[in-house]
């Protein structure tokens, strides 16, 4: 059976050019990037190499540019920097529809003497400035807005908060882990203060982070250990994936154009078509300000779980927009904050595309999809009594 790919907001496949430079990595080049020898000092030159490519993606300069071991992990240095680097500032704020990796150390923080405050999003997922502006103190030590959201991929007006921000004096720091290389991301645009990025979302393996933190911006280690990143995170580095994000980074500037082009056309197609084939469905998310390659579609009336396992069977790899905790679907924290009504939000799909999908792929799902769906609906109660 085919496998038809279209879950990259989770994670996207190596792309070959990335595991080839990656590969001597793992066998004759082993040498630790911090020895004297010249056998580690050669490695310690590809590094530079690598992070002067991810620089270049966010357009910083290279000693800007954090190592770090996954997103979540830039994510979370960032939040603790902030709040130890300005230990009398005991609020943070942040949104109601970041990744866990924010989210969930806002709660933390909120639960350790810290107030937290999440900004809410309207019915289309986007941010309620006013209520981000209201809420800005001189207690405020960080505020971190994601740059687009991956369940839904709408994009938040990062620039305008940038620059608010830098006028009052508070530190932003914006998650760009699903933005890069799908919408240009650049650090003189978006005056952010730092910045996360992944390299499993850009096609580079999983395992390797980057936190961009711009030159002068008062900052306190996470990791602490050996003199690695400067200080800024210790810890022997990465080498193979750090060198592979290197290539990623350059990869997905090459081909930016034709993940808004030929990406979105795509998606556009498929979100087309399945609402021209499926009754009862809405997309989630405002359809004018999104990433190229995410959709987030509702299938009213029922289960986003059972959708997922009848296209499981068929070799479609998608995501849902619900999670079975403690037995009972619950819709995501995305979702609610957006106020999705309850039987649309139990039956939302995510589907993400990645300049690997083809034409085909989309003419299967279109294909396959609206017998599903009206299977499930047939033995529906929601359905029935709708
Ligand atoms: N931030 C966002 C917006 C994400 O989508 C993800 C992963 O899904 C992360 C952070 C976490 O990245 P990682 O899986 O590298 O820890």
């Known amino acids: 059976m085919k496998t038809v790919y279209v879950d990259n907001n989770a994670t996207t496949k190596v792309d070959p050019d990335v595991l080839e430079e990656m590969l001597p990595y793992f066998s004759e080049l082993y040498g630790n990037p911090s020895s004297i020898h010249s056998f580690g000092g050669e490695i310690g030159r590809k590094l530079t190499e690598a992070r002067e490519k991810v620089a270049a993606l966010i357009n910083a300069s290279p000693e ?29 704020i942040t949104t109601r529809v970041e990744h866990p990796a924010i989210k969930n150390m806002g709660e933390y923080l909120s639960r350790n003497g810290y107030r937290a405050t999440f900004v809410p999003v309207d019915d289309k997922g986007n941010l309620d400035l006013d209520y981000l502006y209201k809420k800005l103190s001189d207690e405020t030590a960080i505020v971190s807005i994601m740059w687009a959201n991956n369940e839904t991929g709408v994009i938040f007006p990062v620039q305008e908060i940038s620059e608010v921000l830098q006028q009052r004096g508070i530190l932003f720091h914006t998650d760009a882990v ?24 850009i096609h580079a393996p999983k395992g390797v982070g980057i936190l961009y933190v711009r ?16 200080g800024m995170r210790g810890g022997t580095e990465n080498v193979a994936s750090i060198i ?116 085909e792929e989309i003419d299967y799902i279109v294909e396959k999809m609206p017998p599903i769906i009206e299977k499930l609906r047939e033995m529906s109660p929601f359905w029935e009594k709708r």
């Not at 954090?66 to 680097?85: H, K, P, R, W």
């Not at 645009?189 to 979302?201: F, N, R």
């Not at 090459?254 to 399945?274: C, P």
């Open 244 to 359: 592979g994000m290197g290539k990623a980074s350059e990869l997905a500037l090459k081909y930016i154009d034709r993940e808004k082009i030929e990406v979105a056309k795509l998606r556009d197609r498929l979100e087309t078509e399945l609402l021209a084939k499926v009754p009862e469905t809405i997309i989630n998310g405002d359809r004018d300000n999104r990433l190229p390659g995410t959709t987030n579609i509702s299938f009213k009336y029922v289960e986003g779980e059972s959708i997922l396992l009848h296209l499981n069977e068929l070799g479609i790899c998608a995501s849902s927009g619900s999670a079975c905790t403690s037995g009972s679907l619950e819709p995501s924290h995305v979702l609610r904050a957006m106020s999705v009504p309850y039987t649309a939000a139990h039956g939302s799909i995510r589907f993400s595309l990645s300049r690997y999908n083809t034409s």
């Open 178 to 201: 699903q933005a890069a290389g799908k919408v240009p991301v650049d650090v003189t645009d978006v005056k952010t203060d730092m910045l996360s990025l992944s390299g499993h979302k």
């Open 64 to 92: 800007e540019i954090i190592f770090t071991s996954c997103g979540t992990e830039s994510d979370n240095t960032a939040i603790m920097s902030a709040v130890q680097a300005f230990p009398f500032k005991k609020h943070i």
């Open 215 to 230: 030159k002068g911006t008062k900052f306190a280690p996470h990791m602490i250990g050996g003199h690695q990143e400067k």
